[in-house]
């Protein structure tokens, strides 16, 4: 007994919480596990949620603070009422007009008030610079009919007002300028290619298996409209931490992945979904990680889409992301495409299935290094599945698909399916 109340002492202490305090706690409280920084680096090895460089949809969760030079936004006016938000853009939009119009309106209601056409319009014989334009109220109206060139024909201007002319003239000039201002941006706001982006789909999932004895990551891509996407390439980046040899800390540096660049796989004909494969070789950062490193690594993965819209010639750009914990290992795409009477057939509603395959654990140079010794060629062949198990993302909380089980009455014939490199060699049959 006094051992069994020293460890829980010690333990205590541990924890940095004094026996006395846990005896003032409540017995519901005692029971739980009181949350300090120490007993959950202990207790919880699950890594915390990471936050996003770019988002699912393609959205870069960057923000721009303390930025001085703010004179610069208004440098170049035309793309900042681009970028503005749709509200902003219509609340701009229409201040921008009524303004104007209020503006020329109080100048017409000047030169008729200075003039005496408010008093004398009536007189037989007086001759005022616009006709019928009595208040403020028919001024402003005039403006309008002006700068929108409606015609009425109510209220005109006459030829015995020299002011009036030149006042008309400057607000001809400055109200086309207006027109094609404002006109421009929403124009361009609604034919923005991003727009033509959202029909661009890209995998929730992206996967690590073996492909041709070499381990690949993969992604799958696809376009939902039927008018193409031009000269489509893509790439992809590496965003993680790093610190150099010098000791500087490089947060969210970026990586170039090579996913075809060299032999222009790149380019894409995208017509039907896509399998995006990079090839993990000497090049690749994930050259010497296994799939026990890999689950302990922090990374995200942003994978960029380009190409210009058939429809209309405008260069668009599609971005999507992968978190660390959202490349599986193991796992392959199920495929979309069948070939029915006369035409191909893509079923959509698999686009994001995967399913399980056998893949070693071991690092792609681990890999590299069995397949020339000519050890793991006939090993792979045996364990090739014989009909594929189809995953869907639905389940995806309530199952962990990088938890493989292998059953054990095959882990008696054949040995680990998913061991390393060291374990398939020793495997029997493959003398």
């Known amino acids: 007994m006094a051992g069994d109340s020293r460890d829980h002492m010690d333990h205590d202490m541990e924890i940095g919480v004094t026996p006395t305090a846990v005896q003032k706690l409540p017995k519901h409280m005692r029971e739980a596990q009181i949350s300090t920084e120490r007993t959950h680096l202990i207790a919880d090895p699950i890594k915390k949620p990471r936050q996003r460089y770019v988002q699912k949809d393609g959205k870069c969760n960057v923000h721009h603070g303390n930025v001085q030079e703010t004179y610069r936004y208004l440098s170049d006016l035309f793309t900042t009422l681009v970028d503005l938000r749709w509200r902003f853009s219509l609340f701009i939009f229409t201040l921008v007009y009524v303004v104007n119009w209020l503006f020329f309106g109080l100048l017409w209601y000047i030169i008729a008030l200075i003039r005496g056409d408010l008093w004398h319009s009536d007189e037989e014989g007086w001759t005022p610079c616009v006709e019928n334009l009595n208040s403020f109220v028919s001024a402003f109206l005039f403006s309008i009919e002006t700068e929108t060139t409606i015609g009425y024909g109510y209220r005109v201007i006459t030829e015995k007002c020299p002011e009036g002319i030149i006042l008309l003239l400057i607000q001809a000039i400055l109200g086309s300028i207006v027109n094609a201002m404002m006109v421009g941006c929403m124009f361009v706001k609604i034919s923005q290619p991003k727009n033509r982006a959202e029909t661009l789909m890209f995998s929730h999932k992206a996967v690590i298996s073996v492909r041709d004895n070499k381990l690949c990551l ?27 040899k010098e000791g500087e800390f490089i947060p969210l540096n970026q990586t170039d992945i090579n996913i075809g660049f060299d032999t222009g796989d790149d380019r894409l004909f995208l017509v039907s979904p896509l399998i995006i494969s990079h090839e993990i070789n000497e090049k690749s950062p994930f050259w010497e990680l296994s799939q026990a490193q890999m689950d302990k690594e922090e990374f995200e993965i942003v994978v960029i889409l380009e190409g210009m819209v058939e429809a209309t010639g405008m260069t668009c750009q599609a971005r999507s992301s992968y978190l660390d914990k959202e490349v599986l290992w193991g796992w392959r795409f199920t495929p979309v495409l069948s070939l029915e009477k006369g035409f191909y057939e893509v079923d959509y509603n698999s686009f994001h299935d995967i399913y399980e395959t056998n893949t070693p654990s071991c690092s792609a140079k681990e890999l590299a290094a069995t397949v020339r010794e000519g050890q793991l060629l006939p090993t792979l062949s045996l364990l090739t599945p014989e009909l594929p198990k189809p995953y869907t993302l639905e389940p995806m909380s309530t199952h962990n698909p990088l938890s493989k089980e292998v059953d054990k009455g095959e882990e008696g014939e054949r040995g680990e399916i998913n061991g390393s490199a060291a374990a398939l060699k020793d495997q029997p049959g493959l003398d």
């Open 218 to 244: 993969m992604f799958r891509v696809g376009d939902l409209r039927n008018s193409h996407i031009v000269e489509a390439s893509i790439r992809a980046k590496l965003i993680r931490s790093q610190q150099t």
